[in-house]
């Protein structure tokens, strides 16, 4: 029998609990919930009771709980969730970035061997073990910086063989970091150079051979897939992506980064999320807002690349919810620092700490389809980070340089 252990955590000076809040639409500050000197109680791998410390501190002595007994100021929040990263790769694109700085365009970086090809080379020649150690390294560095759940897509495999490897690696990394990694399978990323046959016969090889293997090993519900110019079209996508819904996995779209398009393939099969949208116009922002597809920001890509960032503003205002990930990829998004990326989203998009801090909890915990966690609230998952602070104002403030010093993920310390 599995022996109950509570913990409990307090006096927190503020705990912003993120619940109760509205997954679509603008949030204003006043809205959000906090609790002055607030105790939590933690049973086992959730959150039992969250409230006023004094008036759980008697329940938590009786019961024997272990207490966490904080001596200054701190600020609690639920655990970030990543609901977009890459970072399943080997090797580094330093040398892309550096030309793309001195002007010079796609193709030439392509054509002198950059690019994502690139990054499928070095993954190619990573061992399984390799690639899931330094997949396993990121997400710790994730994990210290309060992001306690990540999701990691496939994708710098492209052949059946080598997506398999990837997402086994992804699997294998799970076991050496106390994070949630959510795999997702990015097989239709770019046509590999190597594939002999168009766009379409490497999607039918991959959805024939791969989503099979996928199901039956669980390596991945997920199935995602980039929608431009230089990747797949929506026509090239359709069979895909059905075969994928029959199958039953969830659908997910790199959406309207160059050029307008996949937002609405997204929507067409009722994907979780559409992430990038950097080139949507009022049309694909009215369409998103009234559907159930999460537009997910990715600012760490327009930091990456130097180009503007997602309409976050407009989004919010037109109704839609949004979600903000990293992107976390050698190629566009090297930074890889969600909490900082966030908080400067929201100084050029005007977006209120609420509506960064939902972005990053449980709006990006609804983008995957997981409901246990995003709030402080009795019943989710004990996933706690405390910032030393007395003012939940100066996460976004100090915009990402604040680190939170004590992370809980599932009830353990880490
Ligand atoms: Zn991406």
């Not at 915009?399 to 993920?409: A, C, H, I, N």
Request: glycine share 8%; aromatic share 8%.
């Amino acid at each position: 029998m599995k022996t109950i252990q509570y913990t409990f955590i307090g006096p927190i000076r503020q705990a912003i609990t993120m619940a109760n809040l509205p997954l679509k639409g603008a949030l204003r500050d006043e809205d959000l919930e906090i609790i002055q000197e607030a105790g939590i109680l933690l049973k086992n791998d959730k959150i039992h009771q969250i409230g006023s410390y004094w008036d759980i501190f008697p329940e938590a002595q009786s019961i024997g709980a272990e207490m966490v007994n904080l001596k200054t100021d701190f600020v609690a929040m639920p655990g970030i969730v990543d609901c977009h990263t890459h970072i399943c790769f080997a090797g580094s694109r330093a040398q892309d970035y550096a030309m793309r700085n001195a002007g010079k365009s796609y193709l030439e970086i392509a054509k002198s061997g950059g690019g994502i090809w690139e990054s499928v080379t070095q993954t190619r020649k990573a061992s399984l073990e390799k690639l899931a150690q330094l997949t396993a390294q990121r997400a710790n560095r994730h994990l210290k910086d309060g992001i306690t759940t990540i999701e990691v897509k496939s994708g710098y495999g492209l052949s059946v063989e080598e997506e398999l490897k990837m997402l086994r690696a992804i699997q294998l990394a799970g076991e050496s970091t106390e994070g949630d990694l959510i795999a997702t399978c990015l097989a239709a990323h770019i046509r590999p150079r190597d594939f002999e046959g168009n766009q379409r016969e490497y999607l039918k090889k991959i959805s024939d051979e791969l989503f099979p293997i996928l199901k039956s090993e669980n390596l991945t519900n997920r199935v995602d897939a980039f929608i431009e110019d230089t990747a797949f079209s929506a026509e090239d996508i359709q069979n895909y992506f059905e075969k994928a819904k029959a199958l039953g996995f969830d659908i997910v779209v790199h959406a309207d980064q160059f050029h307008v398009g996949g937002s609405q393939v997204a929507m067409d099969f009722g994907a979780m999320s559409a992430d990038h949208l950097e080139a949507s116009t009022e049309k694909e922002i009215a369409t998103l807002a009234n559907s159930d597809t999460i537009p997910v920001a990715l600012p760490g890509a327009s930091l990456g690349l130097g180009v503007g960032f997602t309409p976050a503003r407009k989004l919010l205002d037109a109704g839609a919810s949004l979600a903000i990930g990293s992107d976390w990829n050698p190629g566009s998004a090297p930074m890889g620092d969600l909490l900082m990326q966030a908080s400067v989203l929201g100084t050029f998009q005007k977006l209120s700490n609420l509506e960064v801090l939902a972005g990053i909890t449980f709006r990006a915990a609804a983008a995957l389809g997981l409901t246990d966690r995003g709030s402080l609230s009795s019943g989710q998952l004990a996933d706690i980070i405390l910032f030393p602070t007395a003012d939940y104002r100066e996460i976004t403030y100090q915009q990402g340089r604040l680190k939170p010093s004590m992370v809980w993920k599932r009830g353990e310390r880490v």
